[in-house]
Nanobody, 123 residues
Framework: QVRLVESGGGSVQAGESLRLSCTAS????????MGWFRQAPGKEREGIAV????????YYADSVKGRFAISRDNTKNTVFLQMNSLKPEDTSTYYC????????????????WGQGTQVTVSS
């Protein structure tokens, strides 16, 4: 069982930045594809960024490309989501997820999920 704990959410003004962190309870290096998803009330869950197990490949949703960056520190079993130039439409609950595979994409099944962290962006 993999436990994921997110942190770093909060309330900011449009144009500001936040960095989310997700720490796993197991060694994720070269084993787990990690992703960030978000879901706002009344909306479907949206995959926004994934990073492959060795950290060499990343993929982003068009809605965040150029503004958000996913990275991982395998020595700390932690994945980050740097969010810049935040917009009100980024307001959502953000979830970290893990998939034990080298195949890494939004549409695939992620077995492990964090509890979520709220991000609120006001105009």
């Amino acid at each position: 069982q993999v436990r994921l704990v997110e942190s770093g959410g909060g309330s900011v003004q449009a144009g500001e930045s936040l960095r989310l962190s997700c720490t796993a309870s197991v060694d994720i290096y070269n084993r787990y594809c990690m992703g960030w998803f978000r879901q706002a009330p009344g909306k479907e869950r949206e995959g926004i960024a994934v990073i492959n197990p060795n950290g060499l490949s990343t993929y982003y949703a068009d809605s965040v490309k150029g503004r958000f960056a996913i990275s991982r520190d395998n020595t700390k079993n932690t994945v980050f989501l740097q969010m810049n130039s935040l917009k009100p439409e980024d307001t959502s609950t953000y979830y970290c997820a893990a998939r034990e595979s080298h195949v890494c994409a939004f549409g695939l099944s992620f077995s492990y999920w964090g509890q979520g962290t709220q991000v609120t962006v006001s105009s």
